[in-house]
């Protein structure tokens, strides 16, 4: 694990600030003129993890999905890793090798053998030696709990599996930072356990992991903290326990009102 | 029941309105291919092909200079030979270690076709000869790379497509002369080599020019995107035929003093420039069919947009797009009958002045049906090529083959 930190000049060692993620008064328009982010503040700090809960069309997918650049936003900051997310490219490139993320439809590359997702992007981007990327890679594979599966191809394995394949290869990249939107929302439902235990997991690693999901359970265990958010904004941040038993805001009690 | 006797009542004869049918559309398939039978063995006379075959294959091209297009043809049918077994053994190596797979119709048939046919067309005996060790030379490159390449290291099976531009230039070499080789203008090719060469020269640059279109069709770039549209739909908007002529009249003034090519070359670029835009529509159908979460993902790791294109995206977008591109390749195959329009002697030019000729006068049945069943060789081919190569492309394969 040595690698990322050798291969990155935005080591930790550069940035001894404990915020990994900072996020200040960003607001977004989708180009249809929708105002998705309405000023939106949070911190995320360094090995923390931090559950976004919200109704559906809040903008919990638009928010993260700004930290790794998938999303440009208009006003605000946003700095991941002690780097200003801005339009020069190559610091959208250095954080992205420095930001993880796992999507709702798992988003394998089909065409691709399960090994092959996993060392594309270490080979082609972190320029590392294949053989030693194929070892670090069936490692993984065999840490969530999949390393008979790795010449297969994704089409040949469950929901559960794929999803685990995905989170196998966002780490082969050795990321600081991991982004879930609503990693569990599309398994069937006896798939959902398999992952959050990888998911738990990964969280007593130093990693840092910035979680959308309706998994109440998970968020009460794993969480550091709760993240709400509604209308585009962030709504309350508190500790799991206070905020599933005693939110402060009327709307998220009206939200848990709901799920729970 | 006779399980074969079973099938043919139920698909023939299921009702007294099927049976009918089935006895009407039998009676008129009989009698069709008596008469077609009768006609080909009896009346027709194919002295006409047996005279000229060498015409038809190719052209004018130097008697004494043949050597070098029958070296090139064992060089084509090793290649593929050697791209045939390479893609049967993946992913199914368990057929691949056999000389003689069982139910392996296509090489049975290419064997009795390559026996047959030289016989059939009346060829002197070495000529005979030397087609059937051209088909046996094919045959056993196609085992030895079924046998043997899975087992070479990857990197080198990486390098084998290289081999396909390899040998173009090589072709091109041995046809045309230079480096010691006495040249031979592209006035005096003809027949079937001049069909092959303008189509393949076409097919093989169509190919990246028509990604680029594709690409540009989609770019933000809105110059690049403008042009890339208006390209395409001029070239589908205009008749082929408008196009050739256009280009043996125009290049010359539109290229500065004597870079226009020498004619054939004019038309294999016509047919290029035209092959690319409907190619371009292909890969672009390919690549509206590869979603979103895709290039995402891909980002998301840190992939460059144009690594992300070239491992990610293009890779499954051309896996899409194949069976409409080799759609395309046929057609192209076929269009180069217009060449015969601009006075080129591919195949069918030379037919025309084969049935000029006085000596064989009235022969044009026996001449249009050889032509017509080469280019259903040539196609039959291209599309078993393309459906080997989707085998070979499709990740879901491996799980039918165990
Ligand atoms: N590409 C887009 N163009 C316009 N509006 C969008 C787009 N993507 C999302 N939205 C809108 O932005 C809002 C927030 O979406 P999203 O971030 O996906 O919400 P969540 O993940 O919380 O369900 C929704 O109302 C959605 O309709
Ligand atoms: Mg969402």
Redesign the pocket.
Known sequence: MSQSTTSSSYSSAANPSPLMIEARGVEKW???G?H?LRGVDLTVNRGEVVVIM?P????????IRTFNALEDFQKGQITVDGIPLSNDLRQIDAIRREVGMVFQQFNLFPHLSVLDNLTLAPVLVRKRPKAEVVEQARALLKRVGIAEQADKYPGQLSGGQQQRVAIARALCMEPRILLFDEPTSALDPEMVREVLEVMQNLAADDITMVV?THEVKFARQVADRVVL?AE?DVVEVAEPEQFFTNPRQERSRRFLDQIL | MNPLLRRLRQDLFATPADSLLSIALLAILASGSTAFLHWAFSRAQWAVIQANSTLFALGRYPIEQQWRLWLLTALLAAAAGIGWGMLRSHPRTDRSGRLWPANDRIAALLLLLSLALPWALGLALPIQLRWWALSGLLLLLRWLAGRFGPGLPPALKRLLPLGLPLLYLIGMLLIGGGLGLAPVPPSEWGGLLLTLLQASFAILLCFPLGVLLALGRRSDLPLLRWGSVIYIEFIRGAPLITLLFLGQNMLGFLLPGGMAPERVWRAAWVLTLFAAAYLAEAVRSGLAAVPRGQVEAARSLGLSLPQAFSTVVLPQALRVALPSMVGQFISLLQDTTLLSLIGLMELLGTARTVMANPAFLGKNAEVYLTLAVLFWCCCAALGLGSRALERRLDPAAVVRSG
Not at chain 1, 56 to 63: A, E, I, L, R, Y
């Open positions: 989708y180009p249809n929708y998705a919200g559906s069309g809040s903008g919990k997918s638009t928010f959308v958010m585009g």
